[in-house]
Structures are given as C-alpha cells and as structure tokens.
C-alpha cells in the first residue's frame, strides 16, 4: 500500500494516518522524506513516530550501510532524500566539505547522520561495515574519490559523468572490474518509465529500421550566472552539462555503436553567457554507419519548463513522447484550452527515475544483477562528447573514427 501525504498536514491528522495505517506503512514511498522530517520536529511524538522508529531498528540490520560524499545540489534536492526513505538503506555519514552546505541539509532534511570533512575519508571508508558509497561532488572531483572507494572494496554509485574524461572513466571501471565491485554511473534517463518504453518500441522491433532519432532538452530554470562556468572546463559545456543524456541515450540505443561524423552549431544568447564564451543553445547532428541520423537539440533556459521529447523514426513507424504536464487538467473556455505547465525542474520531471535508479543499485549491491549501464556505453558517450566539443571549436564536421584514433582509449 503506497501512502501519499499532503504537503500540508497537521499534527493530528499525521496520528489519525499513523494509526489507521499502523504496520503496512511503507517507507519507500515518495514522501516518506516529509514523513521523517514531521516526525523530527522538536517535541513530536506519536504512536506512527514510535512505530516508524521500532521499524527503523528492527530492520537495520538487514540493510545496506551506506556513505555520501558531497552534499550539494543534486545531492540533498535528490539523492539524500531517497536515501533517506529507503528502507533497504542505512545512512551512515555525509562527507561535505562546506560548512554552509552542511546546515542546509541538516535544516532541511533534518537528519541527525554524522558530518565529515573530506579529510576523513579514508578512515571512514576503512570500515569494512560500508557496503556502498554515493558519490555526489563536482565532476573533477570524482576519480580520486571513486578510486579510493572501489579499493577499499566498496560498491560506488557516481553521478554523471563517471570522471571528466573517457581515459579516466576507462580507468574507473577497469578498476571496479578488477576488484569486482559494482560501479554504476547515473544516467537516470534509462529509469523514466517514457524513455523505456519508446526504446522498448523499438528493440522489440515495432518501429522497423531506425533512420532518424531526434531529441530534445531544453532546461530549466537556468543555471545561476555564477554556476555557468564552473560546470565544466571546456569552451562549450552545454553539451557535457545539458546534452550528456542525450549521448548516453544513443549509446544505448545504437547499443554502443560508434558514429561515424559528429558535427556542432552552437550559439551564446544570454550577455554573461557571451562573456564566459559558454554557448546557451546546441544542435548536435551526428551520422552512423548504418544510415541513422541522429538529431540532439539542446537550451539551457526553456521559459515554459523543463522539456524533454524524444523521436525514433522507423521503416514501420515513428516511437516518440511529449512532456508531462504539471496535472492532468485543462480549463475550457472560450478563448480556447488552458492546461497546466509543463514541469519546471528535472527533479520533478525525473523523481521516479531516481527511485528507480536507487533500487537498481541496491540490486547491484546485493549481487542481484549487474549495472544497466555499462563501462563501453559511459566510455564513448564521454568520446562523442569530446569530439562534438571539437567540432564546435573548429567549426567542422568531425570523423569520430579518426577522432577517437588520436585519443589514448
Ligand atoms: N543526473 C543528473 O541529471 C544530474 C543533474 C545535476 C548534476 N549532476 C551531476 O552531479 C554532480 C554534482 O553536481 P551538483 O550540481 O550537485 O554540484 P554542487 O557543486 O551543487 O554540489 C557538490 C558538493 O560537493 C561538495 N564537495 C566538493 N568536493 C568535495 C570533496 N572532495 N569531498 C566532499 N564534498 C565535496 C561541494 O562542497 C558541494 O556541496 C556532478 O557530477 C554533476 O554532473 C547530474
């Protein structure tokens, strides 16, 4: 039984819930964050709190302990939360090297987990009782800390991309395969219930031969002025930054067939944008072997939400999704149609497939299946990222072959 609370409940009404649901409450819902933080509220106590608590200890011991380290954006709007309301997860400690960052997610989130600084790593992944480690810094951040984790024998889930380049992200799961731990990257569009089922369409054959694939990402809201240029160090982050799951989604759609040119046009709108010489809208076409024409259109601020669509134009037919809108209603009047907005952040638009994406990794950690991801499709959607960054600096189609034959992978 799935229980969905309001956002806005009293207390009376949260122990009216409790005891009418009493032990079929299930954690793991989407909520069960906002459950926990009613239930940390000073001086709260109820017969739900005291059951959730007793649930809490009896189970620990069958779950996975685990660690976080960085605890900014992504990580406390997505990933601490579902964490958090994961029953078959114990929380252990937060590395987090801003003292800021910290007391927003204490405040937050109130989670009473145990804060480090990174100079504590090694000690606290020493500990043989940690079976997996999240890692959730910048991007160069990552390798060292997903190295230390894997050596220390611990499963490592990294967000995307794995490292900043495809001779490091090479190196990252070699390593995981050497020591033989999960290592699994988040390209969480894999999860959304829309992109499985148009990549389904078309790997259970129903849109015949691929010719076109066109995809979009618009984002939104934008990304502060002061964000822009730290998100990555080369001269067009829109593509590793907006496009990355665009790439990762022809990787594995074309299940990791290489293209053969890679071409960019790129633009800078935005004043601050021109300033830092950061392109604010793409196009990415690229061409396979095979005939597919590949299409990727990518903004990064869409005024009316976050858009994600997708197109795969077969022989037989043509497999493709819209946006969700924010409710289903529509108001009819007689000027026309009004429906809700679209959604407005990704963390909206992708929640599912965080949840989704978190199970799939406990399942790894448990030995149950191995990543979806593989390291082939993280490797050369980090290489067509690279060329298609060379391209837009030389102005110029790109041969991904000989590309790729320069690079030391
Ligand atoms: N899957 C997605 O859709 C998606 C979306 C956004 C970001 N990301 C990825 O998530 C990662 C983090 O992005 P973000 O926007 O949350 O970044 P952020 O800068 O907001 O947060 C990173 C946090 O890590 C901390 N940190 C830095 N170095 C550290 C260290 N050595 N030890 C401990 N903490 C450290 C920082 O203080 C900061 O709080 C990036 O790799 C990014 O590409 C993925």
Redesign the pocket.
Known sequence: MALTLPVHISKASLTFVAEAVGNVLQLQTRNSHLVRKLLCTEGFSTTFGSAYQSRQNSSKSRQISVGV????????SVHIPNILSNHRIQLRWI????LE?IETVQKSLYTEVSFH??EH?ESLLDDSSIAAVFV????P??RD?VLSALRQGKAVF????AAENAADIQTLYDTAASVGRPLLT???RRYDPSYRHVYDCYKDGQLGKLQLCRLTVRDSPKPSHE?MP??DTNECNILS?IA??DFDFMAWIMKCAAPESIHVVAHAHDPVAVEKGQPDVSIVTMKYPDGVICLLDSARESCYGHDFRVELFGSQGMGSFDNPPLSLTTKKLDIGALQKPMMHT?TQR?SDSFEIQLNHFLDCVEGKCSPCVTKDECVLTALMIEAAVESYKQNKVINFQEFVSNRDV
């Open positions: 380290v960085g605890a900014g954006g992504i990580a406390s590395v987090e090297n801003k960052t600084t990174s790593l959730l810094t910048p991007t951040e990552h800390i990294t967000e995307q991309p988040g390209f969480n964000l730290t998100m930054d990355v799951h990704f992708f």
